[in-house]
């Protein structure tokens, strides 16, 4: 069973930054499209970004936009959440998914299309 495992969570200062990392076995390979959700205090999972793995092309949700940036590595079957200027709202615990199956809604962040989830990457803003 593959299993995706998110790292680089912890605290950050308002207006600052941290990577969050994602290993994915078969990313190279066979994953089509991976995302990054967070689920913030209080809230449901909502979606915060998506590559297309082929292209490496990328979708945001609009309250990170501008401000995080997701990449990937396919030599190192790895996806990456570069989150820059901080906001308190941003504290939450951060998921990676990914799926085998390319799908404009899965591009959209519809997280019925994703098949594979990590343990999830716990970030809080510090004073």
């Known amino acids: 069973q593959v299993q995706l495992v998110e790292s680089g969570g912890g605290s950050v200062r308002p207006g600052g930054s941290l990577r969050l990392s994602c290993l994915a076995p078969?990313?190279?390979?066979?994953?089509?499209?991976m995302a990054w959700f967070r689920q913030r205090p209080g809230k449901e999972r909502e979606w915060v970004a998506s590559?297309?793995?082929?292209?490496?092309?990328?979708f945001y949700a609009d309250p990170v936009k501008r401000r995080f940036i997701v990449s990937q590595d396919k030599a190192e079957n790895s996806v990456f959440l570069q989150m820059n200027d901080f906001l308190p709202a941003d504290s939450g615990v951060y998921y990676c998914?990914?799926?085998?199956?390319?799908?404009?809604?899965?591009?959209?962040?519809?997280?019925?299309?994703?098949?594979?989830w990590g343990q999830g990457t716990r970030v809080s803003v510090s004073s």
């Open positions: 998914a990914g799926t085998r199956y390319f799908t404009h809604e899965a591009l959209l962040g519809d997280a019925r299309q994703f098949g594979l």
């Open positions: 078969g990313l190279r390979d066979t994953m089509r499209v």
């Open positions: 590559i297309k793995t082929a292209d490496g092309s990328t």
